[in-house]
């Protein structure tokens, strides 16, 4: 609970786009807006066969190329926490822009585990 509050302060508290200040803090739908690459994760297999399914939190912090220099999880179920981690590594944004200058930022990325279920097959109607 305490890593998750941390988290979440620390993407919402307050920044002023200085010099050498703290990255800006934006919404994870605008932040979503901005990806240019990113894989989907890869379900873990034990997750998968025990049926886990949920959502990942992470807080990243992408620098001005647009690569994420640090991510930690907030939340989620912990078989999936590793793989979300390693999915959100990997991801691509466009340059982040104030006062139309490249700039570091941070958010919360929200990874979702779903299993799909396989189709029921129709009966053939005579």
């Not at 647009?66 to 907030?74: N, S, Y």
């Amino acid at each position: 609970m305490v890593p998750a509050l941390i988290g979440l302060l620390l993407c919402l508290a307050p920044v002023h786009a200085q010099e050498n200040s703290a990255p800006s803090s934006i919404p994870p739908g605008q932040a979503a807006k901005l990806i240019i690459s990113n894989s989907p994760p890869m379900y873990p297999p034990k997750a998968k066969a025990a049926g886990i399914e949920g959502t990942v939190v992470v807080f990243a912090q992408i620098n001005k190329s647009g690569r994420v220099d640090l991510a930690r999880v907030v939340s989620g179920p912990g078989p999936l926490r590793q793989a979300a981690l390693h999915a959100v590594k990997s991801y691509v944004y466009r340059p982040y822009l104030i006062d139309g200058s490249p700039a570091d930022f941070r958010t919360m990325v929200h990874v979702k585990f779903t299993i799909e279920k396989p189709r029921a097959q129709s009966s053939p109607h005579n």
